[in-house]
């Protein structure tokens, strides 16, 4: 997935009010971002980290500029805008780089299913089998050198694996995909010291048959490809 038009580079100052961040440009302007995600973004907004952002022409849009990237303990490159994730994996899925998830027939993104819920990917068969697939975005590394999902306690991500578990119990597959948008991450783990209940029913889920891997995306500023598996490793219960 290549970025649509080129980043600008920036330095963080700030991020607010979950949605908004204060960027100063090269050039000494400062300019109000939106940020894409919704999580507490541990450790993926560090003061003064170098930032990129793109920039729309659309003169209807209340904010111009978009946050993208951050670097992160000035190694890494993480990838911040939660927009990505499902269209990496639904790209790696058509081109055959899952190769857990290959062979199906058909590929639909945000079905209906569940209690109100919608799943990111639906797998088919042309003799109906059926692979539920959910993508979450993982850009949690923490001190100890392993990544870790969530990086804020989810009651939506909990109510999703009991909703695939369900689908398992139908007949049908139930993946969970962790996207691994963090170049410093090589193992990823369910973070049960922010989330306990999360990290609790993550391993309740597995027992009862839901999948789960891990793909790591390869980051630049130009582009990013989801391109190997990695690790996912038991959950951690204290810091």
Partial sequence: MKFTTPLIEGRLIKRYKRFLADIELPTGEVIVAHCPNTGSMRRCQQENARVWVSKSDNPKRKLAYTWELVEVDESYLACINTGYPNKLVGEAIRNEVIKELAGYDDIKA?????????????????????????????????????????????????????????????GHRAVLVFCVSHTGINEVAPAGYIDKKYAETFETVLAQGVEVLAYKVDITTESMTLSHRVPVLSPKYSD
């Fill in 110 to 170: 945000e079905v209906k299913y569940g209690e109100k819920s919608r799943i990111d990917w639906l797998l088919s068969d042309a003799d109906g089998k059926q692979c539920y697939v959910e993508v979450k975005n993982a850009t949690l590394l923490e001190e100890d050198g392993r990544g870790y999902f969530p990086d804020a306690v989810t009651d939506r991500g909990r109510k999703h694996l009991n909703e695939m578990a369900k689908m398992v119990e139908q």
